[in-house]
T-cell receptor, first 115, second 114 residues
Framework: DTEVTQTPKHLVMGMTNKKSLKCEQHMGHRAMYWYKQKAKKPPELMFVYSYEKLSINESVPSRFSPECPNSSLLNLHLHALQPEDSALYLC??????????????FGQGTRLTVV | DQQVKQNSPSLSVQEGRISILNCDYTNSMFDYFLWYKKYPAEGPTFLISISSIKDKNEDGRFTVFLNKSAKHLSLHIVPSQPGDSAVYFCAAVELAGTASKLTFGTGTRLQVTL
């Protein structure tokens, strides 16, 4: 199983709503990531979790709040977003440094629209 | 500051011919380089990687070449097939503690024509 599953696939939310994006993997990867991709741009790193601990936050606004409840799950809690936050949100996972294989496996993404 | 660049936004190649996608980077501390293929509204799919200590890696129709002195890598696809039509991203990996921090290039849209 080399799958990273993201739900929902599409989400429309108002600027006052609170919603969560979910990501799950069962590859035993202990590093998980959130990326954001705007149209015609490359994916940009938001957060990295290693061993369920936040290890990198790329200066992401606090209206995005990540959570890693266990080694298989990664959530992104959204609150008071702006229309410019509309994008494709990608979750990824990978082996920890030093183990075999360093490639990150990506989910299909959640297409978020903020209205 | 774009640390990883793909200077050709698009490339059109005939079926059966070789596709060559190029990528340049500025940070000499990158440890690995990866190539991903991406369809619209989907997540990137891993294709092939190369360690910074190697200069070539081959996997089936895909070969990646790394020229460290020039800070340049390229992906060769031969023979190209219509199903290869997609956006290709190179990504540079910086090992940050226990995790890998990927920086993506700007992408090249490959169109393989019949």
């Amino acid at each position: 199983d080399t799958e990273v599953t993201q739900t929902p696939k599409h989400l429309v939310m108002g600027m006052t709503n609170k919603k969560s994006l979910k990501c799950e993997q069962h590859m035993g990867h202990r590093a998980m990531y959130w990326y954001k991709q705007k149209a015609k741009k490359p994916p940009e790193l938001m957060f990295v979790y290693s061993y369920e601990k936040l290890s990198i936050n790329e200066s992401v606004p606090s209206r995005f709040s990540p959570e890693c409840p266990n080694s298989s799950l990664l959530n992104l809690h959204l609150h008071a977003l702006q229309p410019e936050d509309s994008a494709l949100y990608l979750c990824a996972s990978s082996q920890i440094q030093g183990e075999v294989g360093t490639e990150a496996f990506f989910g299909q993404g959640t297409r978020l629209t903020v209205v | 500051d774009q640390q990883v660049k793909q200077n050709s936004p698009s490339l059109s190649v005939q079926e059966g011919r070789i596709s060559i996608l190029n990528c340049d980077y500025t940070n000499s501390m990158f440890d690995y380089f990866l190539w991903y293929k991406k369809y619209p509204a989907e997540g990137p799919t891993f294709l092939i990687s190369i360690s910074s200590i190697k200069d070539k890696n081959e996997d089936g129709r895909f070969t990646v070449f790394l020229n460290k002195s020039a800070k340049h890598l390229s992906l060769h696809i031969v023979p190209s097939q219509p199903g290869d039509s997609a956006v290709y991203f190179c990504a540079a990996v910086e090992l940050a503690g226990t995790a890998s921090k990927l920086t993506f290039g700007t992408g090249t849209r490959l169109q393989v024509t019949l």
